[in-house]
């Protein structure tokens, strides 16, 4: 079983920054890609990154240019850098892993319990 915790949401104005952490622990065999999703009100959750186990992120387009999502092999653990925040960055950010747990092709999804982030205008 893995667990995921994320930690540093919060509530900043306009224009700041915050840095998300997610740390992953648990039984498994290696974390492959890990990322960022989060979902608004009344939305459907959306991808905000993704890194690859070998460093390759992908970005969607209302954060490009804005944040930067990193990770620590060494740690298990996955962040994102948000600067330049704008009231519709306003949503649950959730962690996402994918992990294999027995053996490397023996994969499985994960979910965190989600972090609020709050955007003040």
């Known amino acids: 079983q893995v667990q995921l915790v994320e930690s540093g949401g919060g509530l900043v104005q306009v224009g700041g920054s915050l840095r998300l952490s997610c740390a992953a622990s648990?039984?498994?065999?290696?974390?492959?890609?890990m990322g960022w999703y989060r979902q608004a009100p009344g939305k459907q959750r959306e991808l905000v990154a993704v890194?690859?186990?070998?460093?390759?992120?992908t970005y969607a387009d209302s954060g490009k240019g804005r944040f930067t999502i990193s990770r620590d092999h060494a740690k298990n653990t996955v962040y994102l850098q948000m600067n330049s925040l704008k009231p519709e960055d306003t949503a649950v950010y959730y962690c996402?892993?994918?992990?294999?747990?027995?053996?490397?092709?023996?994969?499985?999804?994960?979910w965190g319990q989600g972090t609020q982030v709050t955007v003040s205008s």
């Open positions: 890194i690859s186990s070998g460093g390759t992120t």
């Open positions: 996402n892993a994918d992990v294999s747990t027995v053996t490397y092709y023996v994969t499985r999804n994960y």
């Open positions: 648990g039984s498994f065999f290696t974390i492959n890609a």
